[in-house]
């Protein structure tokens, strides 16, 4: 097998700020892995202020292939860990097998894997912003997808009188859409802050609270756990199956992303292992176009709530393939995860 690697940059329709930065765009690795009859497609997407560049990724993968692709994903994957390579880049190897293994079998994806062609509705994404542009920036959203949650970032730099402005001015212009409310902190909290906030935001009738302390801050986790009158879900704080232990006492569900595991393999095996502490489970993006947004499609049965939205939100998305339909990226009946790379 070959494996051939091309870097694109993704321009966002909306600039995304979160607790960590601001993003505006991103330089993505597309990584195709071919037989010489049927080619697979995977992505890498570098996280906001993270060192697992596209480039990064493509010289580790470069290194890596040079002496063969082991076609199983498993073996490829175990490969990787072992190597070293970054997160993102072992998702973009680890996605392009899987896609080619179900195209080599004529299938599509979720039915390699044994999965029904099932979705929960997905989250569609408001940043941190003023007040005035969120009450614009909302409206555009929703009416632009058909989404039915939206996710508001919160932990803004500038406070929590700032978040519970912003918050205030998304909630009033999704409710004409009747769109269910969830928040993510991405860290941007303390313990004093996240037990109070999470308080009052459960008053407002939002879904779940996600990631309210930093990554680093577990140990905050179990005091802010107790008092939760809403479910809480962590993200940053785990990368890998062998994390969930780890949180299995001081949260109610986990956020996998394909970026941050490695992959298809890696996630399947976060599931199980959440389900067997009792946790949810959740699927997130980073700053993908539809082809990782497919791949993550493929595998969304397995979760009770799902953010794969990244790609609504360029101008334009590269690729096609990852259709939302009534609220719902749906898996595609293609063999593959049926996503594709535009000229």
């Not at 994957?77 to 079998?105: F, G, S, V």
């Not at 037990?195 to 939002?206: D, N």
């Not at 309210?212 to 809480?232: D, N, T």
């Amino acid at each position: 097998m070959r494996a051939a690697f091309e870097i694109r940059e993704l321009v966002k329709l909306y600039p995304l700020m979160i607790s960590r930065g601001l993003m505006t765009s991103s330089d993505n690795l597309f990584v195709t892995v071919t037989d010489g009859t049927h080619t697979g497609i995977g992505e890498l997407s570098p996280a906001t202020g993270s060192a697992w560049t596209a480039e990064r990724g493509q010289a580790q993968l470069e290194a890596f292939t040079a002496g063969g692709i082991a076609t199983n994903p498993h073996d490829n994957y175990a490969a990787m860990r072992e190597a070293n390579i970054d997160p993102p880049a072992m998702a973009a190897l680890d996605t392009a097998l899987w896609d080619l293994l179900a195209k080599q079998a004529g299938m599509p994806l979720y039915r390699l894997l044994g999965l029904p062609k099932r979705g929960v509705p997905t989250s569609v994404t408001i940043g941190i912003n003023p007040p005035e542009v969120t009450r614009e920036r909302v409206p555009e959203i929703l009416r632009s997808t058909g989404a039915k949650c939206l996710k508001i970032k919160l932990g803004s730099p500038q406070g929590r009188e700032h978040d519970k402005a912003h918050f205030l001015a998304a909630a009033e212009a999704a409710a004409p859409f009747q769109a269910k409310l969830r928040v993510d902190a991405n860290g941007g909290w303390t313990v004093a802050e996240a037990i109070a906030m999470i308080q009052w935001l459960a008053e407002q009738g939002v879904d779940y609270v996600e990631q309210p302390l930093a990554e680093g801050q577990e140990a905050g986790l179990p005091e802010v756990f107790a008092s939760r009158p809403i479910p809480i879900f962590v993200d940053e704080s785990i990368r890998f199956s062998e994390d969930v232990p780890k949180i299995a006492d001081r949260a109610d569900g986990v956020n996998l992303k394909l970026m941050k595991c490695g992959g298809i393999t890696e996630a399947v095996r976060i599931v199980a292992a959440a389900r067997a502490h009792g946790l949810k489970t959740m699927i997130g993006c980073m700053s993908e176009s539809s082809v990782a947004i497919a791949a993550g499609a493929a595998i969304g049965a397995l979760f009770d709530y799902i953010d794969l939205d990244s790609h609504l939100n360029l101008n334009p998305d590269p690729a096609g393939g990852a259709s939302i339909v009534d609220g719902v990226i749906v898996p595609s009946d293609a063999p593959g995860h049926g996503a594709f790379l535009n000229a």
